[in-house]
């Protein structure tokens, strides 16, 4: 019985001491809801589709206003074209989760005969995954998010295509829990299959799922910038065109000249005069009197006023660019900056573009893996981007050989073992 006892007081200490030592669970775990009670104030629910009051105008309105201003202004639509070309990088891809050799080749042919034939338009002869990515991110910069519809081929074995999808047609409802993608087209609402559609929204909010467009902050500042180039152009046109202001004296009066033969010679001389002046060809020069006078009429300091409209046009480039998160230079808009500050502004720009690839990394591999998985081939599909740049490699590979010879000093000199110099040389190489 004492036994007994004793192996009960045991083991409820040994309880309470777990018990002690356990890290508590913030709130509890039972205290956790299975759906949010939250409510996001700058949410209004109208007909049950999320409104965002922080949007001042219909968003179809805005990803249209978009599009004409990336059409229309061209450092919008060289900024556009340089996002996605620079996020288009080469790509490959890696199959994991065996090593048969065999499944592997079955598994490439699979993944490369579905990325010639995804591409919506059957008429673009082979355009597959480029094409796709291009549009992917063209919708992504342009209108601030990427739509679409995976759909399988008519016996469901494997995909067929991704068909886009317009996002200004896109319409959020929530059910209380998550939210759910309608389609708007012509008045219709269609509820579309949440397993098979995709979409990602650029920068969303918890206001705004919808996600932002980079031009989002630019239609002010383009505005003004239109304005400029406008009145830049006219006047411009006056001061590029010289204009001549001819001073003819009028003849002295014949002595017993009437004041109508006086009158009629005067108008006749003037009109000869002008006469001439009009019939003057670009290389034929004047002859006249010397009580003609030939002055230039123009805007003073014209060179002045030009580079006054070449700075305040400028100001608002940059401008631009900024809104675009680019620099001048990677629009064409060259100052003569040195190699070394372009180069370290270039290297931004990959950061950014990496950060933006991962989005299109993982739609990716959710069209990939679905499409082995149709299959019954039991791999993991990886893509990859191919970033390196072709500028800097004479000091890429100087960087390298110095991180080599340092990891074999620190391995010669017992610093660290085998195992950590292999672990080190690894994450160089990812690196």
């Known amino acids: 019985m004492k036994i007994k006892n004793f192996l009960r007081k045991l083991k409820n200490r040994k309880e309470n001491l777990s018990a002690s030592t356990r890290v508590p669970a913030f709130g509890g775990v039972k205290n956790l809801p299975d759906k949010p009670l939250s409510k996001n104030s700058l949410m209004s629910e109208g007909e049950d589709f999320i409104i965002p009051l922080a949007s001042q105008y219909d968003h179809s309105f805005r990803i249209k206003l978009y599009r004409f201003l990336t059409d229309n202004i061209p ?31 079955q598994g490439s042919r699979i993944v490369s005969a579905l990325d010639r034939r995804i591409y919506q338009h059957s008429f673009y002869k082979f355009g597959g995954i480029e094409s796709l990515l291009s ?11 990427v739509c679409g519809e995976l759909v399988l081929e008519p016996y469901r074995k494997r995909i067929g295509k991704f068909h886009f999808i317009d996002p200004s047609t896109i319409k959020f409802k929530s059910n209380g829990i998550d939210l759910e993608l309608y389609q708007e087209v012509e008045g ?21 799922p919808r996600g932002k467009s980079i031009l989002s902050s630019i239609p002010f500042v383009s505005r003004i910038e239109q304005t ?32 109508e033969a006086y009158t009629k010679r005067a108008n006749q001389y003037f009109e000869d005069t002008l006469q001439m002046m009009k019939k003057l060809s670009v290389e034929d020069n004047p002859v006249t009197w010397n009580d003609v006078q030939v002055d230039y009429i123009g805007p003073q300091g014209s060179y002045a006023a030009t580079t006054s409209w070449y700075i305040n046009h ?95 000093l620190k391995k010669n000199s017992g610093l660290i073992t085998e195992e950590e110099a ?3 040389l690894k994450m160089t190489d990812d690196k």
Not at 343 to 355: D, G
């Open 135 to 145: 549009q992917f991110f063209y919708s992504l910069f342009t209108d601030g998010a």
């Open 422 to 424: 292999k672990r080190e």
């Open 188 to 208: 219709e609402l269609i509820r579309l299959n949440k397993d098979s559609t995709y979409y990602y929204g650029l920068d969303p909010d918890s206001q705004d």
């Open 75 to 105: 450092a919008l639509n060289s900024a556009i074209w340089t996002w996605t070309r620079l996020s288009c990088a080469p790509s490959s891809f890696k199959l994991k989760g065996s090593d048969d050799q065999a499944l592997l080749e």
């Open 314 to 408: 400028k100001a608002l480039i940059e401008e631009i660019c900024t809104g675009v998160h680019l620099d001048p230079f990677i629009l064409g808009y060259s100052y003569g900056a040195p190699y070394s500050w372009a180069q370290i502004k270039y290297e931004l720009i990959l950061r950014n573009v990496i950060s933006i690839q991962a989005s299109a990394k993982r739609f990716m591999e959710w069209i990939h893996n679905l499409e082995l998985a149709l299959n019954g081939i039991n791999l993991e599909y990886e893509h990859l981007f191919d970033n390196r740049k072709a500028f800097g490699l004479l000091e890429q590979r100087q960087a390298e050989k110095l991180a080599l010879e340092n990891i074999i």
């Open 228 to 259: 400029l180039l406008s009145d830049m152009q006219k006047s411009m046109h006056n001061a590029g065109y010289h204009r001549l202001h001819v001073k003819l004296k009028p003849p002295e009066r014949i002595s017993a000249e009437s004041n």
